[in-house]
């Protein structure tokens, strides 16, 4: 099978016990001899990160016979991975093994694999409104939008300040919805 492999302690009873190849050598005893071999699964570590701190990552358990190191995958797994949000992130695309923005995923463990799962700010509307009709503008906003978002979108978290614009003889009585209302 091509998911196994022999190593340097496959071998019992032989010539060269300590031989990796798929052939070895006996010389026959008077009492006959017992030969053995184990072989042992050839298996790939998968490393999973995510870029930043902005999500997780859901993936299969490891399958490795016998592993004890997790995270270890029999040759020719295939691997499905989720990548999910954080508040105030957005799943942005897969690096290392794996490129592209399909979320679920999976990777083919044919070698030692590193994913990283790319998240970035999610940029979120600012809609800003006054009443009654006819007594100003709506309020102002700066800066106009975070950095990298279309203009009125900001991040979590960023502080923007407003200003209102009442027409003369207006004032503002209430602000609502803001960090402070008075």
Known sequence: ?????ITSNSWSG???DSSMSVNNTVTMQVDGIAVSIIYY????????NWNPEGGNV????ANCPGSTSGNQYLEGTVVGLEAFDA??????GW?????GIANPTTVTMNGIRTVTANFSLSCHSLTTTHSPPGTGSNPGALPTKSASCNTGEYVF?????????PNAGWRVQAWTDTNNDN
């Not at 699964?41 to 999973?48: A, D, H, K, Q, R």
């Not at 690096?95 to 490129?99: D, F, P």
């Not at 978290?157 to 209102?164: D, H, T, V």
């Open 157 to 165: 978290g960023e502080e923007i300040a407003l200003s209102a614009q």
């Open 58 to 61: 859901q993936y299969t358990g």
């Open 95 to 99: 690096g290392g093994a794996l490129t």
């Open 1 to 5: 099978d091509a998911h196994w492999k």
């Open 87 to 92: 508040p105030g992130y957005v799943f942005s």
């Open 14 to 16: 032989t010539d060269n």
């Open 41 to 48: 699964p050839i298996c790939y570590p998968l490393t999973v």
